[in-house]
């Protein structure tokens, strides 16, 4: 996984190469039709999608400002049968931003930061992939933090869901305290730590690729010391390592039914393992 650098939200992009409409606009009467090949249209894809998120929070005046970071995965780490780089945008907002203390129910005050994220969404192309992710700091029990962890990516998701992100391809998952940002020490620390993340891209195995290699954010931020400490602290505390994936059911979709008897859904859990760095992704086919 390649991190390319973090961005301030309203200095993503300086705009959109003129050629990247072409992949998601119907030309004009007359315009010119640039045919771009896989490499340049997941390129495009990306790009747009991005510009629309600065271009629609921008608008529904979304603050605090959230953190993008861009990170490219390259195709040796993907199928065999896929030969192409793929960015994944990551999305980091504050604990505050959708909760209060120890609460998994979102705020009022989330609502147009959720509609921001919806509005994005339901103008992406219909394969985008989507998950949302919660951290905790280290305060309270493994347990506890793992599981307010899944409660709170899992409450964001739904929201986004209500408020219309009808993209059928978004998971949410808990990491708990297993991934710091940050040593858990000093106000400032523990609430980086707290956060939620949305992660997108094009594929499902760029996400699942990032989430298995994302221990390198671990314990980036502050000094060399402290980062030096984060990172020690972190590894005798022996962290879980396998985790859950769950996916975000549509809203209106139900089982389908046999006479009399209900059929479950196929199985569409992905399943991350950081210290053995794989995953397991469901085969979308069926």
Known sequence: ?????????????????????????????????????????????HQTRVARLRRIARELGISPEPRFYEYVVPASKMPTDYRYDVPVLRIVFPERTFFTT????TVREAQPLVAAMAKALEGDVPDVVVFVAGHTDSR??????????IRRAR????????????????????FGETLPVAENVGDYNLSLNRRVEFLLSSRLESVAVWMRDQAAITCTEGTVDARGRCVRTVNSLRPRSSFTADPVIRRNVRPTMRPGIPVRPPDRRIIITLRER???????EH
Do not use: C
């Open 102 to 105: 120890a609460s998994a129910v």
């Open 278 to 284: 794989r995953y397991i992704v469901p085969n979308m």
């Open 140 to 149: 309270g029990t493994d347990p506890y933090n793992q599981d307010l962890s």
């Open 155 to 174: 409450a964001v998701a739904e929201a986004l869901r209500a408020a219309g992100a009808d993209n059928p391809r978004m998971w949410s998952i808990g």
């Open 1 to 45: 996984m390649k991190r390319r650098r973090a961005l301030g939200f309203w200095a993503l992009l300086p705009g959109l190469a003129a050629g990247s409409f072409a992949a998601v606009h119907p030309p004009a009467i007359g315009q010119r039709i640039i045919m771009m090949g896989p490499k340049e249209s997941i390129a495009a894809t």
